[in-house]
């Protein structure tokens, strides 16, 4: 499989999810239509669906007319409120890209309808997940609608997919996101090491699993080195969906 960020609006990814055995590629997330349908001409496939993260309108709000401009393909979501969607899919459903079996996966706490989409390709080994506003490199979304217990089991259903799986995210946040994890953490040196790297780079999609869990503050609330780096007296009785809340808070502050 290949998978092509589509840079949309001022900082959000649209991606083409392709299959190279069947030339056939997926849509996730096309706000803008017209560039999502360029990238489908200037790779030369063939559109087979649209895949959508959250019905927020950065992410939903081209569904409609990319439905019509890509040839009346089915439109998935988990959220009745996504524009455009003809199909829901419950957590853990799957559905075809050309050979490719992509599962989506609830992760609420965004909002409450928030899906990812991870895909394995059997043949090459390679896998990559899509994951809107849930995660984002060294980040994740603002709790919207769900609350901090909800986006703590969603990261962790990401944390627990294979080391290896690359991580595609709705927003280039990451030098901000990096900003806020060296302040939480002084004395991490995978993010300092990330920091060098997101400086000199102007994409940073994707991440990796692996990375995040090195260098990601919300999905380090159970690192021992964090909660040393963060908690005072006191706050030893406090639960992990507590510490992801502090640190979601100091975020929305930062
Ligand atoms: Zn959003």
Sequence with gaps: MIIKPVPVLQDNYSYLLIDEDTNKAAAIDPVEPAKVLEAFKENGVTPDCILTTHHHWDHAGGNKDAVKSLGNVECYGGDERVEGMTKQLKDKETVKVGNLEVKALATAGHTTGHVSYFVEDTKTG????????????????????????????????LANLPDDTKIYFGHEYTRKNLEFAEHVEPDNSDIQKKISWAKAT????????????????FMRVRSQELRKA????????????DILLKIRKMKDNF
Excluded: I, W, Y
């Design 202 to 217: 102007h994409v940073t999609t994707p991440s990796t699993v692996e990375n995040e869990k090195l260098t990601n503050p």
């Design 230 to 241: 963060l908690l005072k007296s006191g706050d030893e009785n406090l639960s992990d969906a």
């Design 126 to 157: 390679q896998r990559a997940v899509f994951t809107g506003d849930c995660l984002f490199s060294s980040g994740c979304g603002r709790l919207f609608e769900g609350s901090a217990s909800q986006m703590l089991h969603s990261l962790d259903t």
